[in-house]
């Protein structure tokens, strides 16, 4: 790799469409069915990741309507107890392993990241693309498994000893575990890609404190999901010994600790909450500043808590195990820190009212799915204080009110901003402008009937009704409230299929976006819609927080990077200043072929150990074909054509 | 000390703003993680006094942490802002999340702590 120092210069007479072109060339990927599955550009893996996470949305709602009818009255027999007890623990697993972290994380983090950064490809496009599909391998064994009547059935936390050999006998449970590592590997694998992008891909000038809040919550939720995933990845392996090898890592007859599992779980477990929640906060924090057409309020105090939020979340895992009987210290100390993390995610709320408060609103669509965000997580953060308190906790544990605490800060934290970015970015990714009409039956219909299915879910926990019972008798009297919580499924599902309608009726019909319909001041919207296949025609410079607002309009770009291979420019991690060239890798089919073999010894593993020995050959020539050089690359061209 | 406008630099982040942002993490990691480990031996030998010492030295680990970046941030020139593109712009933002980190960590610590002063780590 040619190492040289990048020139600075004004962007005028370069013959800009003859390097376009050129770029274009460079940059295009394989098309065909070997090219789609050698792709490795970020746009595309990235609007991969939202497909296939937003279809697990769908697979996991069904679940959630079979759920709500299963319950609609007492007594019912739609469902028997164990495809109800696959049903749940299915839902819940789908929901969060296959749609909430790869839609909130990482495809909107692959998809935004690189061109909020103003850099051409995102950094290890390979590992990337090699994340996408070993996700696709985790969900498509989760799934077979239920299809087949191998699903897992032992809730989306898997806890032992229920989960362990003596108590859940097949390969349920193994499915589940092997789902894990599947999942959580893709994760990490786009975690540390997001965070050399943000690290080391910025745009010249883009220093530490000008990056822009969305970079700033990806760079925490991708140290936050480095941190936290290996937990309940060792957990899941543990597990899967006990299972299949005879350990005892769970079973205290031989020594072994079932709240290890616990803790090792929920190490994970509340981190989640925030790698979910936070892509939130990143996707409200930019809509917000665009439709309040100002700066956002209070950057740098955004700034401490969406950090402070990162940490602060390994340090409430207890709350989730309060009724297990820990130490008097334990609770207290979970209690102060569960209560604490309520200041940061309060200063984020009231950076996003002052913000809008000081500014000039558009209430435009994306702006809409803000507010519903607004109501609805605050709502799951009041109950969530509530909870964090043990004595509540323990009257509660167990019941509905949790069900409605979790699916108001999920969903809320989650689906909502989810849908405001969609809609935001929805011109950038396909250059048409999704329906506004549409858009808003979509919001009212889906925030309707949340509120009617969740918000009567308090109640029935209040009343006493237990998670996870297939059934309940009429003597109990909760058939009223579970009706009233049934209906409100049927205005969610109908906002649904209006979303459907909208994407595909938009996608032929819509309004053309521009470059910059919402005229907000990110880098991603400086470029045509959608992008080319190399992004930024220059690799951009930044002058300010804001840069298509703050910059002038001869504000230099980088030239000086070939046109003829695939470079892209490193920078300095604090103060973004050029330090090398570095040469994408363009597509690629092995790490397809690396996830496949990864895949096949991962499932082999859940019937014979021996499916590691004889898997990891296979593996490691996957690996050999990925890294191997490729000899040099072209000789380059004479300055004056770049 | 005062600011100057001419102040040189050699690119690197000063040890003092460093410590300044790790400080209340390491402090507050360090509060949960030795009280955690402690808990049953400070109860069973009656020594409550373990578990108070461990919270007043983090704190004051968490707090010195808040007194470097406030050094820090009295050596930048007067001319340095939050959002500038300079070194000395990057390092007076950095010194600003460094006090708010050290300074948020500590009240953590001591939240974390009042319920053992009131009530007792044991009970």
């Keep these: 790799m040619a190492v040289a120092e990048p020139i600075l210069g004004n962007d005028q007479d370069t013959g800009q469409s003859v390097l376009a072109h050129r770029l274009a060339r460079t940059w295009r990927q394989p098309r065909g069915l070997w090219g789609w599955f050698s792709n490795t550009h970020h746009t595309d893996i990235g609007i991969r990741f939202m497909v296939t996470a937003f279809i697990f949305l769908l697979l996991g709602g069904i679940l959630a309507v079979l759920i709500r009818l299963q319950l609609v009255r007492p007594e019912n027999s739609l469902i ?55 996700y696709v391998g985790g969900a498509l064994v989760l799934w077979g498994g239920f299809l087949t009547n191998t699903g897992p059935d032992v809730g989306w936390f898997a806890y032992v000893p229920l989960s362990g050999p003596a108590y859940s006998p097949g390969h349920r449970a193994d499915i589940w575990s092997q789902m894990i590592t599947f999942t959580e590997v893709s994760a990490l694998g786009v975690a540390i890609c997001i965070a050399t992008t943000i690290l080391r891909y910025r745009a010249p000038g883009m220093t530490l404190n000008r990056m822009p809040i969305l970079l700033w919550e990806k760079l925490v939720i991708s140290l936050a999901v480095i941190f936290a995933m ?23 007859a031989e020594g072994g600790d079932v709240l290890l599992y616990q803790h090792l779980f929920w190490f994970f477990g509340h981190p989640e909450v925030y790698i979910i929640f936070l892509p939130g906060a990143a996707i409200v924090s930019t809509v917000v500043e665009c439709f309040s057409r100002r700066r956002i309020f209070g950057y740098t105090p955004i700034v401490v808590s969406v950090v402070a939020t990162g940490f602060l979340g390994f340090s409430v895992w207890v709350h989730h195990m309060f009724a297990t009987g820990l130490p008097q210290l334990s609770e207290s100390f979970f209690t102060a820190a569960s209560l604490m993390i ?35 997580f605050l709502i799951g953060g009041l109950s969530g204080v509530m909870l964090a308190s043990v004595p509540v906790d323990l009257q509660v544990h167990d019941t509905y009110f949790v069900v409605a605490h979790f699916h108001y800060v999920l969903i809320g934290g989650a689906l909502f901003p989810m849908f405001a970015g969609i809609y935001f970015w929805f011109p950038k990714m396909t250059g048409r402008i999704a329906d506004t009409t549409l858009g808003k039956w979509h919001f009212w219909l889906f925030f309707i009937g949340f509120n009617i299915t969740f918000f009567t879910l308090h109640f029935l926990g209040l009343h006493g009704m237990p998670r996870r019972v297939y059934t309940y008798g009429p003597d109990m009297h909760w058939h009223g409230l579970n009706a009233v919580a049934s209906s409100g499924v049927v205005f969610m599902t109908a906002g649904l299929l209006v979303f459907l309608v909208n994407v595909f009726r938009s996608l032929r019909t819509g309004e053309t976006a521009g470059n910059n319909p919402w005229g907000d001041a990110g880098l991603e919207w400086s470029m045509s819609s959608p992008p080319p296949p190399y992004n930024f025609l220059h690799v951009p ?53 690396a996830s496949v073999a990864v895949s096949a010894a991962f499932v082999g593993s859940i019937f014979t150990p021996w499916a590691v020995p004889i898997g990891a050959p296979l593996v490691i020539v996957t690996l050999v074909g990925w890294l191997w050089p490729h000899g040099p690359s072209p000789t380059p061209r004479p300055a004056e054509e770049v | 000390m005062a600011r100057s406008k001419h102040q040189t630099h050699d690119g690197k982040t000063p040890t003092g703003l460093s410590w300044s942002l790790i400080a209340g993490f390491a402090a507050w990691a360090m509060d949960l993680g030795l009280s955690y480990m402690l808990e049953k031996h400070s109860c069973y030998s009656g020594h409550h006094y373990i578990l108070h010492v461990i919270s007043m030295v983090c704190f004051v680990i968490a707090l010195s942490g808040f007194g470097t970046g406030w050094m820090e941030f009295q050596r930048f020139p007067a001319s340095a802002s939050e959002e500038g593109g300079s070194y000395f712009d990057r390092v007076h933002f950095q010194a600003l999340l460094g006090m708010a980190f050290s300074l948020s960590f500590a009240v953590v610590i001591v939240a974390g702590a009042v319920p053992r002063w009131i009530l007792g780590p044991c009970e």
């Design chain 1, 80 to 134: 028997g107890p164990d495809l109800y007890n696959q049903v749940f623990t299915m839902h819940g697993s789908t929901m969060i392993f296959l749609f909430a972290v790869p839609m909130m994380f990482q495809g909107f983090g692959v998809y935004v990241v690189p061109l909020m950064c103003g850099a051409r490809n995102i950094a290890f496009p390979r590992l990337n693309a090699f994340s996408y599909y070993l």
């Design chain 1, 541 to 593: 410079t930044v002058g300010g927080r804001d840069p298509l607002w703050d910059d002038p309009p001869d504000q230099p770009v980088v030239v000086g990077l070939r046109d003829d291979i695939r470079e892209t420019l490193v920078t300095h991690s604090l103060d973004a200043d050029p330090q090398h060239k570095d040469e994408d890798p363009g597509p690629s089919i092995w790490p397809f072929l």
């Design chain 1, 342 to 376: 309520v200041i940061p995610t309060g200063v984020q709320f009231f950076c996003w009212v002052a913000t809008i408060w000081h500014g000039r609103l558009q209430l435009r669509l994306p702006m809409l799915w803000c507010f519903g965000f607004f109501f609805v």
């Design chain 1, 230 to 252: 290996p937990a309940v990845m060792i957990a899941s392996g543990l597990l899967l010994l006990d299972r299949l090898v005879g350990t005892h890592f769970f079973n205290p």
